[in-house]
């Protein structure tokens, strides 16, 4: 008993500070803001980054360099009000903390990843930003 | 104690109600995005939905956990002031969810939507339960059948998840948005292997029971299962997360551990094989049909869990609406079955004349249910398979709206499917409910 409660002390410890580990540089303050504002307006019930979230709306996760996209174009939908997404009223400064957030995701990774490196095993390599 | 453990079952019974008629309404966004758009906003919708259903669960494995320890294994509860407590402070959350939602004084968290100061009365409530059900069991019973094993296991780490899932309060994990995305769906993927060991322990319980065959829970295969499904709720969650990019070893060690469930199939079966050829004495048994039901979905979805945690095949179904057939089929057609099938045990044990009564109604909602949940899940698998074209094999894919609009079809009859089980569900819960209000034997 006490064996397994020690492994999964040190499973966790692991996974925390190793598994989880990425290159990418700490949040700004910016973006942690707009995150906030991310949650407070549960914009998840539609949107997913890496695949992960509701489904009534896009992936936001490569948004922002997405060749047609961008900080600007994000900036335009957040009040829009298009289709289903609600007719937020967020202020310049919350739009730019939104924005700000979605570029720092934006640099953490690639979702979808459409030429992932697959073979015979079912493993796929998946492609890593900052290394 | 009959008394409490009968409030939770009821209450949790409400869940399911009102969980089935949130999710119609969050349902009908999906084919008309400006039908009331104000009113039932989807991001309102979607928390009070999601948050009703894991009620039911909830509420339903814990209410039936006290019925069964007291009631039918006839032990002596260590303390009915801990189980009023537990309760009071489980309804007194339940209003706070709901007035945070009202308010629109969210957490925004995916499945956690409620403001954060919440969990604090939430995990003292489970500690609530930790203590009265180790202390219950540990005195009075010498060898544990599995099921015990398996409610203890339940109750002590969702102590640990759910506070796991609170992390991103720590800075540590907030500044690093891969490390908090990679713990938040850990502690969701664990989580849903908690709940699994309460109701699968019900599960467990109520075959060995409504079989009156106590080597059910005894046997080596019974625990083999049980670490088993240990391993899977340590280490497995992150099948959930293959596509971030976390350490390749966490993702290789999940590939591992999600594979090891297809001993579970296989096993699944030969056993059912086997047990083709013996009679099926106990058929009119609603208790019985219910988990014959389960036997199903849990085929079902363990072939489709199975397959999208290949990461091969994940690459394409994740992100689409076929992850979303492996959630609500397992939270519907296993721990709803499992659950329905454990309150009509407790039901017709109780109030067997009232039940009878409402045979009628019972026969044909089971039916509609299952059907309904089965026409549910086709139409998620192909508008999945149809977000899954477009994502990765379209050269020049549309955009996210006409993608939309080409799944729409799909989407109505998920909607119509949807009712369906609203409808299954108040055929079924209705005669239950009133069963409960009836003074009991």
Redesign the interface.
């Known amino acids: 008993m006490t064996a397994l409660v020690v492994m999964f002390v040190i499973y966790n410890v692991v996974v925390y500070t190793q598994g989880t580990s990425n290159n990418t540089p700490k949040m700004s303050e910016q973006a942690i803001k707009g995150e906030q504002l991310y949650q407070d307006n549960n914009c998840t019930a539609c949107h997913q980054f890496y695949g992960l979230g509701g489904y009534l709306g896009p992936d936001l996760t490569n948004t922002i360099s997405h060749p047609n996209k961008g900080a600007a174009y994000v900036k335009a939908f957040l009040n829009s009000g298009i289709k289903t997404m609600p007719k937020f009223n967020f202020t310049e400064e919350e739009k730019d903390a939104l924005a700000q957030f979605l570029t720092e995701v934006d640099q953490t990774g690639y979702y979808p990843i459409k030429d992932a490196e697959t073979d015979a095993s079912g493993w796929v390599g998946i492609k890593y930003k900052n290394q | 104690m009959k008394k409490i453990a009968s409030i939770f079952i009821t209450l949790s019974l409400l869940a399911l109600i009102a969980g089935a008629i949130f999710g119609a309404l969050a349902g009908i966004?999906?084919v008309k995005?400006?039908f009331l758009?104000?009113v039932i906003?989807?991001?309102?919708m979607?928390?009070f939905h999601v948050s009703t259903v894991l009620g039911w669960i909830i509420l339903c494995s814990t209410g039936g956990i006290y019925y069964y320890l007291t009631e039918v294994l006839k032990l002596k509860l260590f303390s009915k002031k801990l189980a009023a407590a537990h309760l009071i402070l489980f309804i007194l959350c339940a209003i706070a969810i709901y007035v945070s939602f009202f308010t629109g004084n969210?957490?925004?968290?995916?499945y956690f939507?409620y403001a954060p100061i919440i969990s604090v009365p939430i995990l003292l409530g489970w500690m609530l339960f930790g203590v009265n059900y180790f202390k219950t069991v540990v005195k009075q019973v010498k060898s544990w059948p599995v099921y015990l094993w398996m409610w203890g296991t339940g109750i002590g780490f969702m102590i640990y998840h759910l506070g796991e899932t609170n992390f991103w309060l720590i800075p540590y994990?907030?500044?690093?948005?891969?490390?908090d995305?990679?713990?938040q769906?850990?502690s969701y993927g664990s989580l849903a292997g908690c709940w699994n060991m309460l109701v699968y322990g019900t599960a467990i319980f109520l075959m060995s029971k409504v079989k009156d065959d106590d080597n059910i829970g005894r046997g080596k295969k019974a625990f083999f299962f049980y670490f088993l499904g240990l391993f899977n709720l340590?280490?497995g969650w992150a099948h959930?997360?293959?596509?971030?990019?976390?350490?390749?070893?966490?993702?290789?060690l999940a590939?591992g551990v999600s594979m090891t469930e297809w001993i579970i199939l296989i096993s699944i079966i030969i056993d059912w094989k086997r047990s083709l050829s013996t009679e099926k004495k106990k058929l009119n048994d609603i208790s019985y049909k219910f988990l014959m039901a389960t036997d199903f979905w849990v085929f079902f979805n363990l072939f489709v869990a199975l397959l999208i945690s290949?990461?091969?095949?994940?690459?394409f179904t994740?992100?689409?609406?076929i992850?979303?057939a492996h959630s609500m089929g397992t939270t519907i057609g296993i721990n709803t079955t499992i659950l329905i099938a454990s309150v009509f045990y407790i039901v017709n044990r109780e109030h067997r004349e009232v039940l009878n009564k409402f045979a009628s109604i019972i026969k044909p909602g089971f039916w509609i249910f299952n059907v309904s949940l089965g026409i549910f899940l086709i139409c998620l698998l192909m508008g999945g398979v149809e977000k899954s074209v477009w994502?990765?094999f379209t050269d020049e894919p549309s955009t996210?709206?006409q993608m939309q609009d080409k799944i729409q079809p799909y989407m109505y009859v998920f909607l119509a499917a949807g009712f369906g089980l609203l409808l299954g569900i108040l055929m079924l819960a209705v005669p239950m409910l009133t069963c409960l209000t009836k003074k009991s034997k």
């Open positions: 966004q999906y995005p400006d758009k104000e906003a989807f991001n309102k979607r928390p969210m957490g925004g968290r995916e939507a994990f907030r500044e690093n948005f891969i490390k995305f990679a713990v769906w850990k340590m280490l959930h997360t293959y596509i971030v990019p976390t350490q390749p070893w966490v993702r290789y590939y290949i990461p091969y095949i994940n690459l994740h992100g689409t609406h992850t979303v994502m990765y996210f709206g």
